[in-house]
């Protein structure tokens, strides 16, 4: 029978958690607006990607929606809250486009499927990125349209319920960066393979750009909302495909100059997401970047994880998407035990989660034999 805490008994975990004396496992799932708006068992309405980034009603409408779905549903198979909350929590959002964008690539809203961008950057045309004005990152989109939208729903919300409940519309505060590796991908194509092994120089130089472009947007958004850094995130699932001296030599001092810029003494917590077999790269990102919670994909050999880091660092994973997907609930179940057993657990600093960023029509009872086997295999001796 699948466990049923309640919200308080799951906020008593999260407090033991966060106080490193957890008597089990947490469970998270990373959603999305795209499990309601890609799913039409529950988007009856037709929301779509471009109307939403263009209309605020349309984008509050979305947010609202997906957070409906998610606390009536999937939050039942992990530790978050669920049912309806004393008050909506909502804001601005445009999937994993912005930064892309932010250079000049054109959005593509592809039916069925998130938004995308295209490459811009060819091999005669390569320097052109750096004629945008970096230096006044709100003055251009996404981050001025992200503005207006924000400030414009915080009007449609202010006398408004959803469900019987009052609506709260969050800042919008991306400090957060894709990665410069990602985001120069993004940029030129498989292109910037090339530019990494033939020309070092220019790939340094349109990385360091894209990082300084990352930098003054997050030190802008949060002058402009009076608000101060209290973590520091950075991604970077390019970097898959580097190997760990590349990694090192060419990456690693862009990756360190994002950290210590937003968070120069160091006082900060540090995460690093990665997706994609980047296990190897891991050690030097805990090493040399002070990072101590690593947010994982696909292929992980999670034993030799544990072991690589120590057992003070927060490692979050689990069962592949594809499994949770297309597989039954006795594989879910099979492959979190797996998980749950191969000592990553040591520490007590591991969440269990799916890996990586749930997909819509994740069948329930997948949900719920994941969240079992935290039960039955993520407990700890008391003490």
Not at 280 to 285: A, D, L, Q, T
Not at 353 to 377: H, I, T
């Amino acid at each position: 029978m699948t466990p049923l805490p309640s919200n308080e008994e799951k906020e008593r975990l999260w407090e033991r958690y966060r106080a490193g004396r957890p008597e089990r496992v947490p469970v998270i799932l990373s959603t999305n607006d795209r499990v309601y708006l890609l799913d039409p068992r529950y988007n009856v309405e037709g929301l779509t990607y471009d109307r939403a980034f263009a209309d605020p009603e349309q984008m509050l409408l979305a947010q609202l929606h997906w957070q409906e779905l998610v606390r009536s549903h999937h939050h039942r198979y992990c530790d978050y809250p669920a049912g309806l909350p004393e008050q909506w929590e909502v804001g601005v959002a445009f999937q994993n486009v912005s930064e892309a964008w932010f250079f000049g690539c054109p959005l593509d809203f592809h039916p069925g499927q998130v938004p995308d961008t295209r490459p811009i950057l060819h091999d005669d045309n390569k320097r052109a990125v750096f004629a945008v004005d970096i230096d006044h990152p709100l003055a251009r989109d996404p981050y001025r349209r992200g503005i207006e939208l924000c400030e414009r729903m915080m009007e449609l919300a202010r006398h408004r319920e959803y469900r019987g409940r009052p609506i709260k519309v969050l800042p919008y505060l991306p400090t957060g960066s894709d990665g410069p590796v990602t985001v120069a991908l993004n940029l030129r194509g498989a292109g910037f393979l090339l530019d990494l092994a033939l020309d070092p120089d220019y790939a340094s130089e349109l990385m360091a750009f894209i990082v300084q472009a990352a930098i003054n947007r997050a030190r802008a958004v949060l002058r402009y909302w009076g608000r101060e850094l209290h973590g520091v995130g950075l991604a970077d699932d390019g970097i898959e495909a580097l190997s760990q001296a590349m990694y090192r030599e060419q990456v690693l001092p862009h990756h360190r100059r994002f950290y210590d810029a937003l968070d120069p003494e160091h006082r900060l917590p540090r995460s690093m997401h990665l997706c994609g077999d980047d296990g190897r790269h891991f050690p030097v990102i805990v090493r040399e970047l002070g990072v101590r919670s690593l947010d994982t994909g696909f292929p992980l050999d999670f034993a030799w994880l544990r072991q690589a880091v120590g057992p003070e660092v927060e490692i979050v994973g689990g069962v592949e998407v594809a499994t949770l997907l297309h597989g039954g609930p006795a594989e879910v179940y099979a492959r979190a035990r797996e998980i749950l057993t191969s000592g990553v657990l040591a520490g007590r600093r591991f969440v269990l989660r799916e890996a990586n960023n749930l997909p819509p029509g994740v069948p329930e009872e997948n949900l719920a034999a994941m969240y079992q086997a935290a039960f039955d295999y993520g407990c700890y001796e008391a003490g």
